[in-house]
C-alpha cells in the first residue's frame, strides 16, 4: 500500500544534541512538507520541497535544516540551535498543486 | 500574514445533532480550502477538500464556502461520539505551495 513512512515513532534526546527524523513516500508525489504541532495548537510549517535538490522555508524554519536528495525522502534535522524541539513532529506530501496533505503517522520528539 | 482562525471550543453536542464547525482566512485570492479531523495523538486524515462556493456534501459532512465573506464550514450531521476529536482548517494561499493550518476546533459528542 502506498503511503508516508515516519520513524521511528517516539524519539528522545538530551539537549544539544542534533536529531534526524526520517520521512519516506511511496506516492510518487513531487512535493513533501513538515510541519510541527505542539499541545493545543495547529501545525506549523518547517520546510517544504517541491522538487527533488529544492526547498524552502516555512514559518518557523529557525533551528531546523532538510535535504532532498530523492523525490521519495525527506528527512528533517533538529539541531541544537532549535530552543524548543519538543514536539510532534509529522510529514506529509501531495500529488499536484490544489490537491490536499497526505500526513504520515508522525514523529514525538522529547529533548531534556 | 497569512491567517486561519478558527474557534478552539470545546464544542460540545449531543449525538444525533449537527455539530457546526467555522474558520475564516485572511488572503481573499485563495482557492482550495480543506477539513481534516485529528484524534488525540494521531495524524490529521483529510475529511472534505472545497474549491468552489457552495456546498459539498460527502456522507454525514457538508463543507460550505463563501469566498466573498473568507468563510468556509463544516457541518457534521447526526454527530456520534467517534466524531469527537480536534477539526482542522487549512487554506491553500493564492500563489502559495503550502497548506496554513488553524489551531483547531475541539468536539466533543456526548452519547
Known amino acids: 500500500d502506498g503511503g508516508i513512512t515516519q520513524s521511528p515513532k517516539y524519539l528522545f534526546r538530551k539537549e544539544g544534541q542534533n536529531v534526524t527524523l526520517s520521512c519516506e513516500q511511496n506516492l510518487n508525489h513531487d512535493a513533501m512538507y513538515w510541519y510541527r504541532q505542539d499541545p493545543g495548537q495547529g501545525l506549523r510549517l518547517i520546510y517544504y520541497s517541491q522538487i527533488v535538490n529544492d526547498f524552502q522555508k516555512g514559518d518557523i524554519a529557525e533551528g531546523y535544516s532538510v535535504s532532498r536528495e530523492k523525490k521519495e525522502s525527506f528527512p528533517l534535522t533538529v539541531t541544537s540551535a532549535q530552543k524548543n524541539p519538543t514536539a510532534f513532529y509529522l510529514c506529509?506530501?501531495?500529488?499536484?498543486?490544489?490537491?490536499?496533505?497526505?500526513f504520515g503517522n508522525g514523529t514525538r520528539l522529547t529533548v531534556t | 500574514q497569512k491567517e486561519v482562525e478558527q474557534n478552539s471550543g470545546p464544542l460540545s453536542v449531543p449525538e444525533g445533532a449537527i455539530a457546526s464547525l467555522n474558520c475564516t482566512y485572511s488572503d481573499r485570492g485563495s482557492q482550495s480550502f480543506f477539513w481534516y479531523r485529528q484524534y488525540s495523538g494521531k495524524s490529521p486524515e483529510l475529511i472534505m477538500s472545497?474549491?468552489?462556493?457552495g456546498d459539498k456534501e460527502d456522507g454525514r459532512f457538508t463543507a460550505q464556502l463563501n469566498k466573498a465573506s473568507q468563510y468556509v464550514s463544516l457541518l457534521i450531521r447526526d454527530s456520534q461520539p467517534s466524531d469527537s476529536a480536534t477539526y482542522l482548517c487549512?487554506?491553500?494561499?493564492?500563489?502559495?505551495?503550502?497548506?496554513?493550518f488553524g489551531k483547531g476546533t475541539t468536539l466533543s459528542v456526548s452519547s
Open positions: 472545497i474549491y468552489s462556493n
Open positions: 506529509a506530501s501531495r500529488r499536484e498543486a490544489n490537491s490536499p496533505l497526505h
Open positions: 487549512a487554506v491553500l494561499y493564492q500563489a502559495g505551495t503550502a497548506l496554513i
